[in-house]
């Protein structure tokens, strides 16, 4: 061989050098082996393109998938595969496919996760806010307690307007916890102004451990209460969880009866005495279209 011949780079130098410049890593680090593969004739040549692209395209789609639930808040992966239906037998679990299908973030539709603590809410909300993400979809995850803090310091700083646009751009935004803190008037307001700005424009999924009906306390102003459940249960899929906590289950049989299995949305409430100003009372197990 020539002195010359021998700055000539070789084609697997130049698809090495390639694959840096097209910003490849998997490829690169896939190719050795893959060509031994070729060579051995373990392999056809159209069979080793194809892994190659498939391994970088994993990759990649992978760490979209790891930002994306970054970005969204959704760090705790609750995955609907670990999610066990025999404990919760309230739940039906077709619904539940049914709803990771993800026909409802194109229906512009509002989810509503209804029961008491430890039943799986937010693991289902969450769970379907991972499918959205991996099907390509935005996706915000947000109690609604810091939804209510981050635009009440927006309005402070005369920026609500381009916060609920923020919270808008999500195709799914998932409030977590309404009803565990109250909410002062100005905070039911301030929600109040992002539900109708996403109306008929973004999906949503709620998850509350109060029934409807007490939403004129949760948010400290049944006007404000009855309004917010006019667009949220207008095109509205409501999940009623009724059981027992899986946080509590190790210690189920130390649990009082009423704990351990609370029916917790509407029993309750027929025992609790109407109280003026409260909000119509409005069917916890309707389904809305
Ligand atoms: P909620 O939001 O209704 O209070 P969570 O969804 O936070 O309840 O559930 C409490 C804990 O129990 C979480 O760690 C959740 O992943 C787990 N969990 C709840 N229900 C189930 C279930 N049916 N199968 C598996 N894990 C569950
Ligand atoms: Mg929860």
């Not at 790891?66 to 239906?85: E, V």
């Not at 909300?125 to 935005?138: D, P």
């Not at 009803?179 to 039911?188: E, F, H, I, M, N």
């Not at 409807?212 to 249960?233: C, K, N, S, Y």
Request: a positive charge.
């Amino acid at each position: 061989m020539t002195a010359s011949l021998d700055q000539t780079p070789s084609t697997i130098d130049r698809i090495r050098h390639d694959l840096v410049g097209l910003k490849m890593p998997r490829a690169l680090e896939a190719l050795d082996h893959l060509v031994r593969r070729l060579e051995q004739g373990e392999i056809t040549a159209l069979e080793a393109i194809d892994t190659l692209l498939a391994e970088e395209l994993t990759l990649r789609e992978n760490s979209r998938i790891k930002t994306a639930l970054r970005m969204g808040r959704l760090a705790t992966i609750k995955t609907l595969t670990g999610f066990d239906f025999s404990f919760q037998p309230s739940l039906d679990r077709d619904r539940i496919f049914t709803l990771a299908q993800l026909g409802f973030i194109e229906r512009c539709e509002v989810v509503h996760f209804l029961g008491p603590p430890g039943t799986g809410k937010s693991h289902l909300a969450t769970a379907l806010g991972v499918e959205a993400v991996k099907a390509g979809k935005s996706v915000y995850f947000s109690t609604l307690a810091e939804l209510i803090a981050a635009l009440g310091r927006a309005e402070r700083e005369g920026r609500l307007q381009e916060k609920i646009r923020f919270f808008c751009r999500p195709s799914l935004l998932v409030v977590d916890e309404i009803g565990y803190l109250p909410v002062g008037a100005g905070g039911g307001n301030l929600f109040f102004q992002l539900v109708n700005a996403r109306y008929e424009r973004g999906a949503m999924i709620l998850t509350s451990n109060r029934g409807f009906a007490e939403w004129g306390d949760v948010f400290g102003d049944p006007v404000i209460a009855t309004a917010l459940l006019d667009r949220l249960l207008h095109h509205a899929v409501v999940v009623q969880i009724e059981g027992s906590s899986y946080r509590l289950r190790p210690h189920a049989e130390l649990m009082p009866e009423h704990v351990r299995s609370k029916a917790i949305i509407a029993p309750p409430l027929q025992a609790q005495p109407r109280r003026r100003g409260r909000p119509p009372r409005l069917d916890p197990f309707a389904t809305a279209s």
